[in-house]
């Protein structure tokens, strides 16, 4: 079994704080605190700062202290496409292998996010609506699939939240009981349907959003 060095440890950190949100789009990165932070030298982090920059995570600037590199409105597009085709197919295939059981704890998911949104916890429904989705995904019995999904929604972090207000929360509420009655139906084709419309639609409001956040 082959070592982790030291800089691919700092790498697969720092990346897992830049993808769960934890480091902000526009956040300065100091490296000393970061070693400090990850008990290193700073040797590997600014490794690993550089390589991070050259996969267009992180802006480098002369005298500068590095950022996070936000994504521009056009990346969120493109992001929410692949997403519209990835996941509409997983929730397709989820339908042959959920049990009545799975169901009804995506239905206390929803019951759950109903409560986040009356309290108008726009990050807190956020995470939920994630929740619900990542619980849908998961009984597609397609590793592969699961794990591309993952991937290109771990960006989602880099763009700002989607929910801003109490009505898109609970739009987004009735387009998940929707999809949960289609999936109690067994109706493959419109558990299909409907999750790629609930995708689709976010996408003009977002790069409204991210336009509006870059400007």
Not at 23 to 39: D, H, T, Y
Not at 95 to 117: D, P, R, T
Not at 120 to 133: I, M
Not at 163 to 173: G, L, N, P
């Amino acid at each position: 079994m082959v070592a982790i060095t030291k800089t691919e440890k700092v790498y697969i950190k720092l990346m897992d704080k830049i993808k769960k949100g934890e480091v902000r789009p526009g956040s300065r990165l100091v490296i000393a605190q970061i070693a400090r932070e990850f008990n290193v030298s700073e040797i590997p982090v600014r490794e690993v700062i550089q390589r991070l920059a050259q996969e267009g995570f992180i802006t480098l600037t002369p005298h500068a202290a590095p950022t996070v590199k936000g994504l521009s409105s056009n990346e969120v597009r493109q992001i929410f496409e692949i997403r519209s085709s990835l996941e509409p197919l997983a929730a397709r295939l989820t339908v042959e292998h959920i049990s009545n059981a799975h169901i009804k704890e995506l239905e206390q998911i929803v019951e759950e996010s109903k409560g986040i949104c009356e309290k108008e916890d726009f990050q807190g429904y956020l995470q939920a609506n994630t929740y619900f989705h990542n619980s849908l995904y998961q009984y597609c019995n397609n590793e592969m699939l699961i794990k591309m999904i993952n991937e290109i929604t771990g960006l989602s972090s880099r763009y700002p939240n989607y929910y801003q207000d109490k009505k898109t929360m609970q739009i987004s509420i009735k387009e998940h009981e929707e999809i949960l009655d289609a999936l109690k139906k067994r109706d493959a084709e419109l558990v299909e349907q409907l999750t790629k419309k609930h995708l689709s639609k976010v996408i003009p409001k977002l790069v409204k959003i991210v336009d509006e956040f870059l400007n």
